[in-house]
């Protein structure tokens, strides 16, 4: 990964330096264990290594991109990431959740075994996006990229120190139970894999907006 990173510990302020328009990403854990007719469901969900059109994927994913739908046993991990969406939506985009909400569209699993990842990729058809972290490596991390490094200034200076106005990679750590939510139109991927035999398990879901 290029130098110009940072992580989310950094402070976001210094003196004289306003940070305009910032981005949103909040990150919750559930506080409990997943149950074992969850993770009954979840190992026995069915996966697939190639996309739509034949090629194949640098991880594997499930066969379905409906499972709250499809599963009753994830009845309750669906009604946990609704309640976050709501206050995600009241709090950080301050919209009258009486009058407005999200709905998920899709959710599916991803599962990255040793020696795989997951490519730089965005949510489209989304508002606003979700990761749920069933199983997670050692030093596990989500990491977001600034769509607009490069777009506006092609000058790059020899970098001394990351900041957090330099960066345009950014690594939220995570584990067991963590929920991240963000715009869906953020760039982000995940690392390698590098461990001889654990499995990276999450699960995502796109939303849309609904009501008045």
């Known amino acids: ?3 110009k990173s940072s992580t989310t510990n950094e402070s976001s302020t210094t003196k004289g330096v306003v940070s305009l328009f910032p981005t949103p ?3 919750v854990n559930i506080n409990r264990s997943f149950t074992e ?7 026995n969900i069915p996966l697939e290594k190639k996309n739509k059109d034949g090629a194949i994927m640098s ?23 609704e309640l976050e969406l709501k206050r995600y939506l009241k709090n950080v985009e301050g919209a009258d959740t009486d009058k407005v909400n999200l709905k998920i569209t899709q ?3 991803n599962k990255i075994k040793p020696q795989e990842f997951q ?6 058809n989304s508002y606003i996006s979700g990761v749920l972290y069933i199983s997670c490596l ?6 977001f990229t600034d769509r607009n490094h490069g777009s506006f200034n092609n000058i790059e200076f020899p970098i001394e120190e990351s900041t957090f106005w330099n960066c345009w990679h950014c690594g939220i750590p995570v584990k067991e139970g963590d929920l991240v939510i963000f715009p869906s139109w953020i760039m982000h991927h995940v690392e390698m894999n590098d461990t001889k035999d654990k499995e990276r ?12």
């Open 1 to 3: 990964m290029n130098n």
């Open 25 to 27: 990403v909040m990150k």
């Open 37 to 43: 007719s969850e993770m009954q469901c979840i190992v």
């Open 59 to 81: 991880n594997h994913r499930s066969e379905s991109y409906y499972l709250f739908g499809d599963s009753p046993n994830l009845k309750d991990i669906k009604r946990i990431c």
């Open 107 to 109: 959710s599916w699993l």
């Open 119 to 124: 490519q730089l990729h965005t949510h489209p």
């Open 138 to 143: 050692p030093n596990d991390s989500i990491v």
């Open 201 to 212: 398990i999450s699960l995502a879901f796109n939303t849309f907006p609904i009501g008045e």
